[in-house]
Structures are given as structure tokens and as C-alpha cells.
């Protein structure tokens, strides 16, 4: 199976493919557009911040090209947030696979987000063999609202999606590379689907 790791500046890369690795699996880190559209899997990370992460995505051509990908595409933490409509982090427009917006969370919790929550509602080949209320590693700021797609969702002030699911597009708010046992086990749902 080719696994590649959309590589566009935007952190976190190394944790995914350890993460990979101990699944048994390669991941290239690649932003060149042929090696990604040849890719049976796709992971699309992120951590920063967003309107400078679009831009990355602009300057190489991605922002174009994700969009049009048919293979499973998994967006990680800020990857999830930029597959979103728009995001109010720099009131960055996103790519709109997913559509929803994101917001910051209110300043009467502590923000970021960081550290274990829980997910529920879960609905998805994505969490088979995850339970309702298993613990996840979050760390974020901003969160996307619930629409259609919500396939998990997180409490933190407010209720909000800590997962999304458009055809072969997937989001988890989440790190799943760094939630434990059963972060991996979405990681090999998402290679089996």
C-alpha cells in the first residue's frame, strides 16, 4: 500500500509516520502532486496556524489538488480545520470539503484545549472497534461546528465535532498518532477502508 503524507510545513509529521511505522506501514512525505494523486492513502496533517498554512498550500498547488483527490484522505488537528468551509483563525477561507465553519473557542475556557478528552456519537468504519466516550489527545484552539457530516463528536464548553466524514474525506480533530492504543486502531481503519 502506498501511504503518503501531504509535506507542505505545516508540523507533526514524524509522530504519523512512527505512528505508521508501528503499524507496520511506510509513509513518503511528499508535496509533489503526481506522488500524492498515486497514493492509495492519504494523510494531510497539520499544526500552526491556519491562513499561513493556506498560503503554503496555495504557493505549491495543493490547495487545487486536495480537493479533487478520490482516495481515503485523512485531515489531522489543523488538516480537519483546512478541509472546512472557512476558519475564524485569520479569517482563512479553507477548502471547503467539509462544510462547516470553525471558531474559536470562548474565552471563558482555557484555550487551548490540551490534553485527554473524550469522543462520542461516533459514527464511522473510521472508529470500528472504538468505543463511545474513549479518551483522545487534543490540542486546539479553534473547533468545527456540527453539520451533516459530524461523525464524533466532543464536549468542551461546548459540544462541537471532533470528527467529519465527506465521501472519501475524513477529519479527526484529534491526534490519533498520539492517543494510545486505540488512536492507532483509527489509524488502521483508515488504512483498511
Not at 44 to 52: I, K, N, Q, R, T
Request: with cysteine.
Amino acid at each position: 500500500m502506498k501511504l503518503v503524507i501531504i509535506n507542505y510545513g505545516a508540523g507533526n509529521i514524524k509522530s504519523i509516520q512512527f505512528a505508521f511505522k508501528r503499524l507496520g506501514h511506510e509513509a513518503i512525505l511528499s508535496n509533489n502532486p503526481e506522488e500524492i494523486k498515486s497514493a492509495d492513502k492519504i494523510i494531510f496533517p497539520g499544526v500552526g496556524e491556519a491562513s499561513s498554512a493556506m498560503s503554503m498550500l496555495r504557493e505549491s498547488g495543493l490547495d487545487t489538488l486536495i480537493p479533487k483527490l478520490k482516495q481515503p484522505v485523512l485531515g489531522i488537528c489543523l488538516g480537519m480545520q483546512l478541509l472546512c468551509k472557512s476558519t475564524q483563525e485569520g479569517n482563512t477561507k479553507g477548502l471547503g470539503i467539509f462544510q462547516t465553519e470553525v471558531k474559536r473557542f470562548s474565552n471563558a475556557m482555557k484555550v487551548p484545549q490540551m490534553g485527554w478528552n473524550v469522543i462520542k456519537d461516533l459514527k464511522s468504519d473510521l472508529f470500528k472497534g472504538i468505543s463511545d466516550n474513549e479518551y483522545m489527545y487534543l490540542v486546539h484552539s479553534y473547533y468545527a461546528e456540527h453539520c451533516n457530516e459530524t461523525i464524533a463528536k466532543t464536549d468542551y464548553g461546548i459540544n462541537y465535532a471532533s470528527a467529519l466524514q465527506h465521501e472519501n474525506f475524513y477529519g479527526v480533530q484529534f491526534h490519533p498518532e498520539k492517543s494510545g492504543q486505540e488512536g492507532a486502531k483509527i489509524l488502521e481503519n483508515f488504512l483498511n477502508l
